[in-house]
């Protein structure tokens, strides 16, 4: 049985070790990198120059290579993707939606995310949100005590252990989401009022394997700066290109942040 005191952590660690990044490397993965390396050293005190051009020739290929294979992934992704949903759920039939924020020194910019969270278009009594805060973060903290909080906002505190990221953060708050749904915010994001109902309509309308969905990224202040459009269109050929390639080759699809 586990421990009332066990943490979120501990507890997947001990029951899904495989799983996680707790084992930084194994006994195997190191014996198998001695061999490489001891390998390398003696092909290069035997033949250094063949070594050379072998190894010169081998990154050529393989940087060729990964430009070929980044090239045919935009030019499938650039092929029309499944119409977006267009369910329309009434209110009754929305299921619970768990919104998971994790915060770290992010005192100044916690009554514009209370506001953009305060604007979301689902039903309050619906809505499960859940601003993780560090133990050891008291600024953040005592900047949202400052605050009127919506009865569907609530602060859960992350018990201060290592290692301190956002990914253990949210395994606290899923630990007491409610929600059928649950998504992940950061601190700096300003959602589109209507993105749960979207999730919702998209996950009702797509095969029952689909366990997740990924939403665009895009940048506010794209006018304010050169960097920020450059930037921005490099999230838009990641996202609208790369990432619609990629699902319609069905190749597993990397999650943005951590």
């Not at 495989?18 to 050293?41: G, K, M, N, P, R």
């Not at 305060?118 to 805060?133: E, G, M, N």
Request: charged letters at 20%.
């Amino acid at each position: 049985m586990t421990e009332r005191n066990e943490n979120p952590v501990d507890r997947y660690v001990r029951t899904q070790g495989d799983y996680c990044a707790h084992t930084v490397i194994t006994t195997t993965q190191v014996v198998i990198l001695f061999a490489v390396l001891l390998s390398l050293a003696l092909v290069f005190y035997l033949s250094p120059v063949l070594s050379f051009y072998m190894v010169l020739l081998l990154g050529s290929l393989l940087g060729v290579g990964i430009i070929c294979s980044r090239l045919f992934v935009y030019a499938i992704g650039l092929k029309r993707c499944h119409n977006k949903a267009q369910l329309a759920i009434d209110d009754a039939s929305l299921p619970i939606y768990s919104v998971l924020v994790p915060l770290y020194r992010e005192q100044e910019i916690i009554p514009h995310l209370v506001e953009s969270l305060s604007q979301l278009d689902y039903p309050q009594d619906k809505l499960d949100i859940q601003l993780l805060v560090e133990e050891e973060d008291v600024e953040t903290r005592n900047a949202i005590t400052e605050l009127d909080l919506p009865l569907f906002i609530m602060v859960t505190v992350v018990e201060d252990g290592t290692p301190r990221t956002k990914p253990r953060a949210c395994d606290y708050g899923l630990e007491l989401a409610k929600g059928e749904y649950v998504v992940i915010f950061d601190a700096e994001d300003r959602p589109e009022k209507d993105q749960l109902r979207k999730a919702v309509a998209e996950f009702e309308a797509l095969p029952k394997q689909v366990s997740c969905l990924q939403a665009r990224l895009s940048h506010y202040n794209c006018q304010e700066a050169l960097t920020a459009r450059w930037t921005d269109l490099d999230y838009l050929l990641w996202y609208s290109v790369s990432m619609n390639g990629l699902q319609r080759l069905g190749i597993p699809m990397p999650l943005g942040g951590t």
